[in-house]
């Protein structure tokens, strides 16, 4: 220890002849699994690092003037939180090499302030009950290199109506009530001589 005091006095006596503070030297604390914490101040930050038996950084912490930085290094992390997790920052950046899967047992709600674009490599399906699409106060563009297909019962375009009814019974209740409604329209502003409307059976 003396030897060290000596062989680090004169840039100790350096340093404070510029004003500075003289970095102290890393220590090292082995734990009995053989993994090993250490401790190092460079200028004014300080650095603590976690090394596993083999000597490969596990777990890293640098505290800085701006606030703590954390940095991890495992084969498995796991993250589990019984009532609310919360992540926020700046920005966000996720990866992986492989699958990704992400199951919600309620609903979600996505809202993007700004643009969204995806880019699939393969085929992108999406599944539901009902599926709507709108666009405003801009457009729709559907674009396919190949055949484009619409398979459904009824396709409709530009049409606000309801459906072509499939059968005459259909049609005919839908007549009969638009006849009733305009009968007790008619009622209501006072138009004269206005009878029950029969509508011919098929």
């Not at 495992?74 to 009532?83: F, G, P, R, T």
């Not at 530009?158 to 839908?174: F, I």
Request: charged share 25%.
């Amino acid at each position: 220890m003396k030897d060290d005091a000596e062989k680090n006095a004169p840039a100790a006596a350096l340093a404070s002849a510029r004003g500075e503070t003289l970095a102290a030297p890393a220590r090292t604390i082995g734990l009995a699994s053989g993994r090993s914490i250490q401790i190092e101040e460079t200028g004014r930050e300080e650095h603590i690092q976690v090394r596993g038996a083999d000597g490969n950084l596990v777990l890293s912490l640098r505290l800085t003037d701006e606030g703590p930085v954390l940095s991890l290094s495992a084969v498995s992390l796991e993250i589990a939180a019984q009532k609310h997790l919360a992540l926020k920052s700046e920005t966000l950046a996720i990866q992986t090499s492989g699958d990704a899967t992400l199951d919600v047992g309620g609903s979600l709600h996505e809202r993007t302030r700004g643009s969204a674009i995806r880019e699939v490599g393969k085929a992108s399906i999406e599944r539901a009950r009902e599926v709507s699409i709108e666009a405003a106060p801009g457009g729709v563009v559907v674009k396919a290199n190949d055949d484009v297909s619409i398979t459904g019962e009824r396709v409709r375009l530009n049409s606000d109506e309801p459906p072509m009814p499939l059968t005459w019974e259909e049609h005919h209740a839908r007549q009969a009530k638009k006849l009733a409604a305009a009968a007790e329209r008619a009622h209501e502003i006072g138009v004269p001589g206005l009878g029950p409307l029969r509508i011919p059976e098929p």
